[in-house]
């Protein structure tokens, strides 16, 4: 049976509950919420003077009501070490959002950790420390003293190389500007770490090189524009599962104005189905290209409009690069930039051959051309432009964005109503920290470095390679290895003095060892092979800003205690720094000590002041709390009448400015197709038979690593699933729910058969991420020019290895597409 | 009353292109309840056992409109033709659902083709046959079931459901 709750009644929020600001922390879009807590023995009644609506709960509630709440939005948790009931409900007045929750974030509430309700009990809520051959709860003292000490055998004032870090560069989750703050810091102004990578990729370094060397910041627009434009364009993005409410509360509106939506992506998603449903087929048009053909497809588009004169000559004369080459080619840039001119020579790519590379007809090439750029009743047409892990992931990842943002440039589409060329996004962002510089360009490819014995020390902060980074077969087995060749030297000093015990640490480290320190919210499964492990929080547990894919700022309140002596991040780091200032003291290394000084933040809002408020002078904890839900939009010009003054889409004087450039010009980016670029890509194609294409899904994002531990999410899909053709599984002897060896020259996973009609013939879709079936496992180690990896373009064999289990076996396998009945 | 037709019928229209604009449509076979009333001070809700339909009011894959736990909470009993879990009746292929979507109270249309229930608010797809498991959609819980019971006459009764039903913080007003 499907999992049900059995819940008859819940809790009623009454009139005095306290009531908090909460932004959705579980995706880009940011939905606003709010988190209504109450004392434990008390609730408030039915009649409409007794709750916090004011609503008469006897009777039943219509639709989209405000008075209702699932058994999913609600949980007991400790408020000031005091349990509260604590509901967590959509918010009708945010803009973002409009009332709508969706499956992961109206689920923030159960899935908080609760001693009383029993969710979330794989939350840490103490410092691990390995000893006696498992991890030993602890102080903070002890735990930081430990890596302190370790660290500071391996790191010197001028040279930190051999400290590796993982660290999420993101907002929402436990990211946000407080903790981006604070690790950035310790890493970047304490220390000038230069091997480093991101939580979600191998190196330190931006996923939109080229559109920022077009001077093109990749969130420009508002989420308005889809509701004011003629045309939306998604490329390699599926919104409706992964940046839902802005998919339902911003495109859909604009589809039923009458907007036409090209989608280009290889595979058939539901957000297609639904734009289908909104738009009339007759205004979809469905772009299913070759995967990894992104670019030739783009630069047909580019070509034929510029020849065609559909672009805004006023624009390129006033805010593009006039003349030829800006920035030549070379290691740091993967393509040319400058003028119209030079791009349209570089990327010529006649429709008819683009039509062979990309495997779609010539007439769809033109119809996408002429519903993005074709002037409409003698007027300029509007376009909104979106892209996510798709391309950024894909083929190419330089010259592909470039030549998307080309097309927004050519016809006058960034920084106007309706318009706008940008990424969807995955986390929010909440991004500030001192200068990265120093890091290179291309920045050191991490994974592979630590594959290849290097690093002694390494601190991750909330990345799990082990689940989400590619050539993860050959990574886990030599971190297995490294290791557990420290957690040996530690297992053989037990009983050892600190001294004793670091020098045994080191040793194994010399040896080729490394020593693993993991902050996180839960153990992971890096987090296997930590040596020290420390609790961190999240949104909610703290106080926490972040901005959304609009660029929308707000401050989530506290609502709750964090488990146990768990911190925020920004004071995890902040310990880090004050005990490595002691240790070194300690060692009389006291210039190198005096680095580690100003780190005396008593709270995550000290660290916020420390960090942004030093730059955005306007932008304060109260005045943001006062903004609510809807916040400003970054970035804050000013502050007047009692309010933040924010800017709701970029460049509108078409000055741009994001590369840095003193004339404020855009580039073009003059980027021709090259094939297949990544290396070992080709030859994989030719070798196997299944694309193995990979990405998300409505269920399982990005808070995925709760939701590991969540019983609603878990009972859909135990395993990752892979949606296949139907003939395709004939062929394998596969049915329904049936595990599956994927494998190819680089490793092997597994996943759960899916059947899909819509999947064209060998070419496959895995669900990445999972926990029960890495999907990175067989993603070949290729990068581009600047190390961004190339997870799209995969391919490998299939082969059974199991009927379907019995976990399986109460599941629908029934098609995601919503009809019309 | 009012609101429980409108919403049934709502439920079983064809969905325009573009959102939720209601129809008329023929009186739903909403049956009255006998008992709705809680009784305090006990563990467990106290459900009304309400009789829905005999089994002979049921052709397969033909959905039959229903109120349960009282005629506000709009509901069906479906024949799926085929033994599912929770089924009832003689074939073990009788289940019964609630009809207003979990998420945010849309009116669920029944697909008979794919023997789901499906939401024209925001694209949620439920599987009647497996226990009302959302195959996708935003809803945070599979669709509220009945718990069901068919005596020595063929008479169907509901005695319970297994999740909160959307628009009320207690399934037994
Ligand atoms: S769309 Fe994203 S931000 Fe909004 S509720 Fe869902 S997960 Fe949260
Ligand atoms: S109301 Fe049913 S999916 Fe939203």
């Known amino acids: ?821 | 009353m009012k609101r429980c037709d409108r919403l049934v019928d709502v439920g079983r229209r064809q969905f325009l292109r573009g959102g939720a604009v209601a129809t008329a449509g023929a009186a739903a076979a909403t049956v009255v309840p006998t008992d709705a009333k809680a009784k305090p001070g006990t563990a467990l809700l106290r459900y009304p056992a309400n009789k829905l339909a005999n089994v002979k009011d049921l052709k397969t894959n033909e959905p039959l409109d229903v109120g349960y736990p009282d005629a506000d909470a709009p509901g069906v009993l479906l024949k799926l033709g085929k033994k599912v879990e929770g089924g009832v009746g003689p074939d073990g292929d009788i289940v019964g659902f609630s009809t207003v979507c979990p998420h945010k109270g849309f009116p669920l249309a029944y697909d008979g083709d794919r023997r789901t229930l499906n939401c024209p608010g925001h694209y949620s797809v439920f599987d009647c046959e497996a226990g009302g498991q959302q195959v996708w959609g935003q809803a945070t819980q599979n669709l509220p079931q009945y718990i069901l019971k068919v005596d020595d006459k063929g008479d169907i009764y509901a005695e319970g459901v297994d999740e909160l039903l959307y628009g009320r913080l207690s399934n037994v007003l």
């Not at chain 1, 496992?777 to 995969?794: F, M, S």
């Open chain 1, 1 to 821: 049976m499907a999992y049900k709750r059995n819940v008859d009644r819940l809790p009623i929020i009454p009139k005095d509950a306290k009531k908090h600001n909460v932004t959705c922390h579980y995706c880009i879009v940011g939905c606003g919420y709010h988190a209504y807590t109450w004392p434990i023995k008390k609730e408030g009644g039915p009649a409409p003077g007794q709750n916090a609506f004011g609503a008469d709960l006897s009777k039943q509630q219509g639709p989209e009501t405000e008075a209702w709440y699932a058994p999913s939005m609600y949980n007991v948790v400790k408020q000031n070490g005091q349990d509260v009931h604590l509901v967590i409900k959509p918010d009708k007045g945010c803009a973002v959002n409009a009332g709508l929750g969706s499956v992961r974030g109206a689920r923030m509430a159960e899935n908080r950790r609760s001693d009383i309700t029993g969710t979330q009990q794989q939350r840490l809520d103490q410092p691990l420390v390995w000893r006696y051959g498992t991890w030993q709860p602890t102080s903070w003292d002890d735990a930081l003293d430990l890596v302190a000490r370790v660290t500071a055998r391996v790191i010197d004032k001028d040279n930190e190389d051999d400290l590796f870090v993982s660290m999420f560069d993101h907002g929402g989750s436990a990211g946000g500007y407080e903790n981006t703050w604070g690790t950035g810091k310790l890493y970047f102004q304490s220390m000038k770490v230069k091997n480093c990578r991101i939580h979600n990729r191998p190196a330190y370094n931006s996923e939109v090189h080229s559109s920022r060397d077009m001077g093109v910041d990749e969130l420009n627009y508002a989420y308005s524009d889809y509701g004011l434009t003629d045309t939306i364009m998604i490329v390699g993005a599926n919104p409706l599962e992964t940046q839902t409410n802005l998919f339902l509360n911003h495109m859909v509106p604009g589809m039923r104005k009458g907007a036409k939506v090209i989608f280009v992506d290889p595979r058939r998603t539901v957000s297609i189905n639904a734009a289908e449903i909104e738009a009339g087929k007759e205004s979809v048009l469905h772009l299913a290209i070759n995967s990894g053909t992104d670019l030739a497809l783009f630069n047909a588009i580019f070509t034929h409009i510029v020849e065609k004169g559909w672009i805004d000559k006023d624009f390129i004369a006033k805010s593009t690069f006039q003349g030829d080459t800006a920035q030549p080619q070379n290691a740091q840039f993967p393509a040319p930039l400058g003028s119209l001119e030079m791009a349209k020579a570089e990327c010529k790519m006649s429709v008819a051959d683009a039509a062979k590379i990309c495997g779609v007809a010539e007439a769809d090439i033109l119809k996408a051309a002429s519903w993005i750029a074709e002037p409409k009743d003698g007027q300029r047409r509007k376009c909104v432009t979106a892209y996510e892990k798709g391309i950024i992931w894909g083929n190419d990842n330089y010259r592909t964005i470039g030549a998307l943002v080309n097309i927004g440039l050519a016809t006058g589409n960034i920084g106007r109503e309706g318009g706008g060329v940008c990424r969807l996004g995955g986390h929010q962002e909440g991004y500030f920290r001192p200068s990265d510089a120093h890091v290179g360009r291309p920045a050191p490819y991490l994974d592979q470095l630590i594959i290849a014995g290097q690093g002694k020390v390494h601190h991750i902060w909330a990345n799990d390679h082990y689940k989400t980074t590619l050539n993860a077969s050959e990574f886990k087995r030599v971190y297995n290895k490294r290791t557990n060749m420290v957690k040996e030297a530690m297992d053989a000093r037990a009983g050892a003095t600190r001294e004793e015990l670091v020098d045994a640490i080191v040793g194994a480290i010399e040896a080729g060892g490394i020593f693993s320190v993991n902050v996180d919210i839960i153990h992971t499964q890096i987090g296997q092979c930590a040596h020290v492990i420390l609790p961190a929080v999240e949104s909610g547990e703290m106080n926490l800003t972040s901005m959304n894919g609009e660029r929308r700022m707000r401050l989530v309140e506290k609502y709750m205690d964090g488990p146990g002596s768990s911190k925020p991040d920004c004071l995890i780091a902040a310990g880090m720094a004050q005990h490595l200032e002691r240790v070194l003291r300690e060692e009389g290394r006291n210039e190198y000590a005096d680095q580690f000084k100003g780190y005396d933040w008593k709270a995550e809002e000290d660290a916020f002041m420390d960090g942004y408020n030093t730059a955005h002078p306007d932008v304060t904890y109260d005045r943001l709390r006062a903004m609510g839900n809807n916040g400003v939009q970054e970035p804050v010009v000013g502050f007047k009448d009692g309010k933040l003054v924010g800017t709701m889409r970029l460049y509108t004087d078409g000055n741009f400015t994001r590369h840095g450039r003193e004339d404020k010009k855009a580039l073009f980016c003059g980027g021709g197709w090259r094939g297949l670029q990544a290396p070992g890509k080709a030859t994989q194609k030719a070798n196997y038979k299944f694309l193995i294409n990979n990405g998300r899904s409505n269920i399982n994002w990005q808070n995925w690593f709760l939701d590991k531990d969540n019983d609603f999410v878990s009972d859909r899909y135990p395993y990752p699933f892979l949606e296949i053709n139907p003939e395709d599984m004939a062929e394998l002897g596969l049915k329904a729910g049936d595990l599956v060896e994927v494998y190819n020259d680089v490793g092997a996973t597994q996943a759960m058969t899916y059947p899909t009609p819509t999947a064209r013939r060998g070419e496959t879709f895995m669900l990445f991420g999972a926990p029960t079936g890495t999907q990175g496992n067989v993603i070949n180690a290729g990068v581009n020019e600047l190390i961004l990896p190339n997870y799209k373009q995969t391919w490998g064999n299939i082969r059974k290895i199991s009927d379907a289990p019995s976990t399986v076996a109460h599941l629908s396998f029934k098609s995601k597409e919503y009809t019309t009945g």
